[in-house]
């Protein structure tokens, strides 16, 4: 059913069922919530499919789509699905029915409001996406362990960077912290290197979605 008048109505790219492949989360089967719309333009985002289109749905529908697959872990993403304003109750609707929830967000918006139950997946965007001005680092106060920090790299310059953040921020005492090359601009085993040389305490992490199915978007 789509939304009717008055109904909390959120717009929804896909909801499929994968294997989680970022965060601590990774190889976990999971629900994705992939909802439209992001007011950033990363220049290495490899979901611009949802920046626009999807499909209106009540929050209800949404629920019950997620309910066919069985499956106890949910991820929202995007897009930036906080740019929608239904994303706050679709999250804790969906911890209220029992699942374990995160949510993949740019770190461009603010952070504060999203349900205490959810493990927020945050981004630090560096220089080369080209939306770093964006970071909001006001969120950076709101994380607890059960959250994350994902910075995604595309070149040593932007690791540099990465670096300094993590030390002048002591980001590792917030949250985990996790590392990734973009693909076919960074190469991984440098990043890994890297990472080892200057003893980061930080994960690293491939998109094991992509090692596993290429660019292919849902199961």
Same mark, same amino acid.
């Given at each position: 059913?789509?939304?009717? *008048?008055?109904a909390?109505a @959120?717009r929804?790219?896909? /909801?499929?069922?994968? @294997? ?11 629900v ?6 992001? *007011? ?5 985002? %490899?979901?611009?499919?949802a ?30 699905? @906080?740019?929608?304003k ?17 949510? !993949? ?5 603010d952070i504060?409001?999203? &349900? ?8 630090? $965007?560096? *220089? &080369?996406s080209? !939306?770093?001005?964006?970071?909001? #680092? =006001?969120n ?5 362990p059960?959250? =994350? @920090?994902k910075?995604?790299?595309?070149? !040593?310059? &932007?690791?540099? #960077?990465?670096r %300094?953040?993590?030390r002048?921020? &002591? ?16 190469? *991984?085993t440098?990043?890994?290197?890297? /990472?080892?040389?200057d ?5 690293f992490?491939?998109?094991?979605? $992509? ?7 849902a199961?």
């Open positions: 059913m789509t939304a009717g *008048p008055g909390a @959120l929804v790219t896909e /909801i499929f069922h994968s @294997l989680q492949g970022e965060s601590t989360r990774v190889g976990l089967p999971t994705f919530v992939r909802l439209t719309g992001c *007011p950033l333009r990363c220049v290495w985002c %490899d979901s611009a499919y920046f626009s289109g999807g499909e209106t749905l009540a929050l209800a529908d949404v629920l019950a789509r997620v309910a066919q697959f069985q499956c106890p872990t949910v991820c929202v993403t995007g897009g930036e699905p @906080l740019a929608q239904a994303c706050l109750p679709l999250l804790t609707a969906l911890c209220d029915a029992g699942y374990a929830v995160s949510l !993949e967000t740019s770190g461009a918006l504060a409001a999203v &349900d205490a139950r959810v493990s927020r997946v945050v981004d630090l $965007k560096a *220089p &080369d080209g !939306e770093a001005a964006k970071n909001r #680092w =006001e950076l106060a709101l994380l607890t059960r959250d =994350e @920090l910075l995604v790299l595309a070149s !040593e310059a &932007d690791y540099l #960077w990465a %300094d953040v993590l002048q921020r &002591d980001l590792d005492t917030l949250c985990p912290v996790l590392f990734a090359p973009v693909q076919d601009a960074l190469d *991984p440098q990043l890994a290197e890297w /990472i080892l040389r003893r980061l305490p930080v994960r992490q491939l998109q094991l979605h $992509k090692l596993l199915w290429g660019n292919a978007r199961r």
